[in-house]
């Protein structure tokens, strides 16, 4: 249910309060009215505070509106009142609106009526006013506690009003003081900003000095703006040094981090280089020692070949093959090591001479294992440097007919396409397809590191460095090399290189 409104009807005519009553009960519902028909119940009745809003007539016996109206808004300066009388002149009105009546009704035959509807009006508008002044306290609560400076100026560019963190932000008491700062150029904002279309906006980063000659990072929003037809423009003032600081601090670590890289980078090819030129030595010093233990294994058993007996025998065949094998990986990791070391000199080859050569090379190899080699001539010119094409081409053919099942005659198949785009040099993919053994997908990637072997030694004799020769080999000519293949279904290898465009 809702509380009643209560009313002080003042009026010393008793059939004016009864026609003023009767219209005030058939607009308000629940009323609650309270007769005054002397000073001393006024008194009471003001000093009790028990309504919301007074009727009252201007000529009483015992005073008069304009004094009741100023009794009432001493205490009571809200409440609204609304002078009803037949005795009152147009001064008596302005006067009494000074003093904050609502509303004047001059009493008449059809008036009663426009009590109600006065006093509801007057009832309604300090409503909002003090809706409206309650948000204004609420909303500078809030500007003053929010941590971003929210501040205004004029064309002219002279501070109309700012809150409490803007002050703080720059270290200033008062806006007066604020103003009499040079912390930025307002006026030639105001005009950067009459310049800008809608939404006639601008952010910046900017670098301010606070009272003290301290300086500070901020971000400034300007926004030009019409407040009740005067052109103003409204600013926000956020503290960004934590997170400069922040970005410098980024930018130095990552300069530092850039060096130190460096440095590492630096030691570390120094280190590899050591390392690589230790291990080219101590490979290159073993290789006579080795020829030396194989030489006298196979004169041993030459010479003694009616005297040893099987056992015998057998370890020397170790001896030799153990010492041949060291020495194929020697004379590979040799050749790995240069292909690293080596300056590359490219010039335009012939595919079909290179696999010439190869074939020739090979030749035993493929007779052994009674091999088809079929090539599809004629293959392109590309850009390579012929030893090292050799040995990619050497190592490639070698496996595609060394890993092959049991019983099967290894198939390989040579052939190479050409792709010109336009704009782009052109590249020549040479493709060896065999029907061998084929790899695994998960093995793709790892077969051409050195000492990768997928098989063991009884099966499929080798030392693991043939693809890595083969990558490295490619990659300084300037080319890629890959592998399509699934076990059981044969390997398609290739390598792809610079093409040489006709003249
Ligand atoms: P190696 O031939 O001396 O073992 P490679 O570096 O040439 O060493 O090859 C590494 C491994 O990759 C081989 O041991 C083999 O398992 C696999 N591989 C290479 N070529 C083929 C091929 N054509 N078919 C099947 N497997 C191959």
């Known amino acids: 249910m809702t509380s009643p409104l209560r009313i002080l009807l003042i009026d010393d005519n008793r059939s004016d309060r009864t026609l003023v009553l009767r219209e005030l009960e058939r607009e308000f519902d629940p009323l609650d009215v309270q007769e005054i028909t002397s000073s001393g119940e006024l008194n009471q009745a003001i000093a009790a505070g028990n309504f919301d809003a007074v009727v009252t007539d201007f000529q009483l016996r015992w005073s008069t509106g304009l004094d009741v109206l100023e009794m009432v808004k001493q205490r009571h300066p809200n409440c609204p009142v609304v002078m009803f009388t037949n005795t009152g002149t147009e001064e008596v009105a302005v006067e009494a609106m000074k003093l904050g009546l609502d509303d004047y009704i001059v009493k008449g035959p059809n008036r009663y009526i426009r009590v109600p509807i006065a006093l509801r009006m007057a009832i309604e508008r300090r409503e909002m006013q003090q809706r409206a002044a309650l948000l204004e306290i609420r909303l500078r609560g809030l500007l003053n506690r929010v941590k971003i400076g929210i501040f205004r100026f004029d064309a002219e560019g002279a501070l109309i009003e700012a809150n409490r963190a803007f002050l703080e932000l720059l270290g200033a008491q008062s806006l007066a003081q604020a103003s009499t700062m040079n912390w930025f150029d307002m006026r030639d904002c105001y005009r950067q900003l009459m310049h800008l279309p809608p939404p006639q906006q601008q952010e910046q980063e900017v670098n301010l000095q606070r009272s003290d000659g301290t300086e500070f990072w901020a971000l400034l929003t300007t926004t030009l703006n019409t407040v009740e037809e005067v052109t103003v423009v409204d600013g926000l003032l956020e503290d960004i040094s934590d997170r400069k600081q922040a970005e410098v601090d980024l930018q130095q670590l990552n300069t530092t981090l850039e060096i130190r890289v460096q440095e590492r980078t630096i030691e570390l090819q120094a280190a590899n280089q050591d390392l690589e030129e230790f291990a080219y030595s101590v490979s290159h010093d073993l290789q006579a020692p080795l020829r030396a233990i194989q030489g006298f294994a196979q004169i041993l058993l030459e010479d003694l070949s009616e005297t040893l007996d099987a056992s015998s025998s057998a370890t020397l065949q170790r001896i ?71 040995q990619v081409l050497s190592n490639l053919l070698f496996n595609a007919v060394k890993f092959v099942a049991e019983g099967v005659q290894p198939q390989v198949r040579i052939w190479a396409e050409e792709r010109v785009e336009a704009g782009e040099p052109s590249t020549v993919r040479l493709y060896i397809e065999d029907n061998g053994i084929g790899i695994a997908l998960d093995r793709h990637e790892q077969i051409f590191s050195p000492f990768t072997r997928l098989h063991g030694e009884a099966d499929y004799p080798g030392t693991g460095i043939g693809l890595a020769i083969v990558r490295k080999g490619v990659e300084r000519m300037g080319g890629q090399v890959g592998v399509e293949s699934e076990p059981g279904q044969g390997s398609r290898f290739w390598v792809e290189l610079p093409g040489v465009r006709e003249p």
């Open 320 to 390: 030799v093959a153990n010492a041949q094998h060291l020495n194929t990986l020697i004379t590979d990791l040799l050749t790995y090591s240069r292909l690293r070391r080596a300056e590359i000199h490219s010039e335009p080859v012939s595919l079909s001479s290179v696999l010439d050569n190869v074939m020739a090379q090979l030749n035993s190899d493929i007779q052994q294992q009674q091999a088809q080699v079929h090539i599809d001539e004629p293959l392109p010119i590309v850009q390579a440097n012929r030893l090292i094409l050799t």
